[in-house]
């Protein structure tokens, strides 16, 4: 699923940097155009001032969005392997019962935990594509309190 997701984002990063590579091309082609024109022809730059402007605006939009997009492009997400070795990585800080690296843990990996009667849940910083929405959503996971305290005693 989280592959499905990644992949589908970066085509839609790739689509994206085209178009808007193409656009600054034709926009700095215009505004080459026009200065070239002013160049030879001795118009008055007024008159040509605001077309100018709205076209150097543009190339500017354009630019922090092909930034935006290469670095969205670049970000590591996260695996569903990732997300398997933190998992498995937290059990062994558990047992270990090294008390800084849960805390370390907590502090990066969780956002909330939420206890009412007999269940626990926690939310994870982590997100994950959900398909109904069309998006991301935090990681939940919803634990009975007896459950984890008999795996617990177990270890």
């Not at 689509?15 to 926009?27: P, R």
């Not at 930034?67 to 492009?73: D, F, G, K, N, V």
């Not at 695996?79 to 070795?85: F, K």
């Not at 269940?119 to 919803?142: H, M, Q, R, Y």
Request: proline share 1%; glycine share 4%.
């Amino acid at each position: 699923m989280l592959a499905e997701y990644n992949n589908k984002q970066a085509e839609a990063n790739k689509d994206g940097l085209d178009t808007a590579n193409a656009e600054l091309l034709n926009v700095a082609t215009k505004i080459s155009t026009i200065i070239k024109l002013v160049a030879e022809s001795g118009i008055a730059i007024g008159t040509v001032k605001n077309e100018l402007v709205e076209l150097e605006e543009r190339k500017h939009y354009l630019e922090k969005l092909i930034r935006e997009l290469t670095l969205s492009s670049r970000e590591t997400l996260f695996t569903e392997e990732m997300i398997a070795g933190l998992v498995n990585q937290s059990r062994d800080f558990i047992k270990a019962k090294n008390l800084a690296e849960c805390r370390q843990f907590i502090k990066t990996y969780i956002n909330k935990v939420v206890v009412s009667g007999e269940t626990v849940e926690v939310l994870f910083n982590i997100n994950i594509p959900n398909e109904n929405i069309d998006g991301l959503e935090p990681i939940k996971s919803v634990e009975d309190v007896k459950e984890l305290q008999r795996e617990y005693k177990a270890m």
